[in-house]
């Protein structure tokens, strides 16, 4: 079981900035395939950006040049960077883990979810 906590969220006015961090548990965490989702009210959850074991990241359209993502894997930490924030950036987000285990030859993949943090940004 990985357990992930999520911290940073709140309240920012446009084109302010916050950083959201998820901290996962394990010993493993540099192998961990990370990444951010979000979901507003009435939509579905999507995929805002991720970060491979080997700190390649992706981002969504909507983000790009904005947010920035990156790894402390000392820390077991992902944060993600959000600047020049929109209204439309307004969701709970949600840090997620996938995670490969081998079990007699078979690769399974297993997803774990924090619990989310809002962050509304609004005038």
């Known amino acids: 079981q990985v357990q992930l906590v999520e911290s940073g969220g709140g309240l920012v006015q446009p084109g302010g900035s916050l950083r959201l961090s998820c901290a996962a548990s394990g010993s493993t965490f540099s192998r961990y395939f990370m990444g951010w989702y979000r979901q507003a009210p009435g939509k579905q959850r999507e995929l805002v950006a991720t970060i491979s074991s080997a700190s390649s990241t992706t981002l969504a359209d909507s983000v790009k040049g904005r947010f920035t993502l990156s790894r402390d894997n000392a820390k077991n930490t992902v944060y993600l960077q959000m600047n020049s924030l929109k209204p439309e950036d307004t969701a709970v987000y949600y840090c997620?883990?996938?995670?490969?285990?081998?079990?007699?030859?078979?690769?399974?993949?297993?997803?774990?979810w924090g619990q989310g943090t809002q962050v509304t940004v609004s005038s």
């Open positions: 997620n883990a996938r995670v490969t285990r081998t079990v007699v030859g078979v690769v399974y993949l297993d997803d774990y």
